[in-house]
């Protein structure tokens, strides 16, 4: 499809919706939330679970940001998924993370579960591959008093703004608790930043094969719209004109191939990325050169040692016919006796 045609096709995603393809959703299982074991708190109106749950959706519809995307589910009310935009200035910038929520039976005297759809990948502190989500507000980690879940005051939109502003910053690798007490807690940061970014955007790859549901167009228009600044960024760090990391040869050899892969899969999406395709195209042109010429040295090399041997050999022979020795080393017979007249 034409990039001309996407953009005639692209229409504001919703901030807020309702949805009704909960398939992939990590809590579609959950029995305890689901009503499966005598649990009707979410499918009965006039319980206090559903209109807690009713007043948190009117609080997302009417005061999510921008860059925070939320669907629930029509008939599962426990069910809830968000996609939160990297903020800019920090390794996750651009990118899209989804997290899945589900309401437990007696909420609010409990905070949401919150799942991280991770990919395999552990790009913060407080985000685990196995989707586990680190913080204060969920119950999910010590913390003062006021930073945990309070039933009369906390609310999910306090806890994607949280995970968004508090987790997803600039220098990641201090949310590990302790970590800046180390002297050379700077240095590993940056090192962090550089893997947290590569991961990243890999993330994004995953992301554009397979969107989570009721989020495909979100995906698509999003890397479609972004797709010139994801890989502008991406160069501005592999040559180190980044300002905040990026220009390491781990970094760059790391993030070459992503950077390939990314601009294909943006292309693939209808992006204009005429340039960066040729981009890629010279740098491998350029580094297949370098391979021919690598080679060509290692042969020359080898014809050199193989020359020099050669010549080494050839003298060692003259000397040898020199001196009347055999090729085993040892005097032939009148030379012997010719020898030890000699010497007498």
């Known amino acids: 499809m034409a990039a001309g045609e996407i953009q005639q096709e692209a229409a504001p995603f919703c901030g807020f919706d309702v949805a009704n393809d909960d398939s992939d959703h990590q809590y579609r299982a959950n029995a305890a939330a689901s009503g499966k074991s005598g649990h009707d708190c979410f499918a009965n109106p006039s ?37 939160i935009v990297g903020p800019p200035g920090t390794p996750y910038e651009n990118g899209l993370f989804f997290f899945d929520l589900a309401f437990p039976p007696d909420y609010p005297a409990r905070p949401p579960l919150v799942h991280y759809r991770s990919f395999g990948f552990r ?11 680190c913080l204060s507000l969920l119950n999910t980690w010590v913390g003062k008093k006021s930073e945990k879940w309070n039933p009369a005051e906390s609310t999910v939109l306090q806890v994607l703004v949280s995970i968004q502003g508090l987790v997803l910053n600039e220098r990641p690798y201090f949310n590990e608790p302790g970590i800046g007490i180390f002297p050379a807690g700077a240095k590993r940061s940056v090192a962090y930043s550089e893997d947290v970014f590569v991961l990243a955007c890999r993330s994004m790859l995953y992301l554009l094969r397979t969107p989570p549901k009721n989020f495909k167009e ?22 180190g004109s980044g300002q905040r990391f990026g220009g390491s040869v781990k970094f760059r050899v790391a993030m070459e191939p992503v950077f390939d892969e990314l601009v294909a899969a943006f ?10 395709v040729e981009q890629v195209r010279e740098r491998k042109e350029a580094a297949a050169r370098k391979a ?24 060692i022979e003259k000397i040898k016919m020199v001196l009347g020795l055999k090729k085993d080393g040892k005097l032939g017979n009148q030379e012997s006796r010719k020898a030890s007249r000699e010497v007498l």
């Not at 913060?124 to 591959?129: A, G, K, T, V």
């Not at 292309?267 to 960066?276: D, K």
């Not at 021919?292 to 003298?315: H, L, P, R």
């Open 218 to 239: 979100l995906v698509r228009k999003h890397f479609w719209e972004r797709a010139g600044e994801v890989l502008t960024l991406c160069n501005a760090y592999i040559d």
């Open 123 to 133: 790009l913060n502190p407080n985000l685990y591959e196995t989707g586990y989500v």
């Open 47 to 83: 319980t206090g679970v559903h209109k807690k749950i009713m007043k948190e959706w009117q609080i997302l519809r009417d005061h999510l940001p921008d860059t925070i995307y939320v669907r629930v589910y029509e008939q599962r009310i426990d069910l809830l998924r968000a996609a």
């Open 267 to 276: 292309a693939r999406n209808g992006a204009s990325v005429g340039h960066f």
């Open 292 to 315: 021919v010429e690598v080679e060509e040295v290692k042969k020359s090399k080898k014809v050199k040692k193989k020359t020099k041997f050669e010549v080494v050999k050839k003298v």
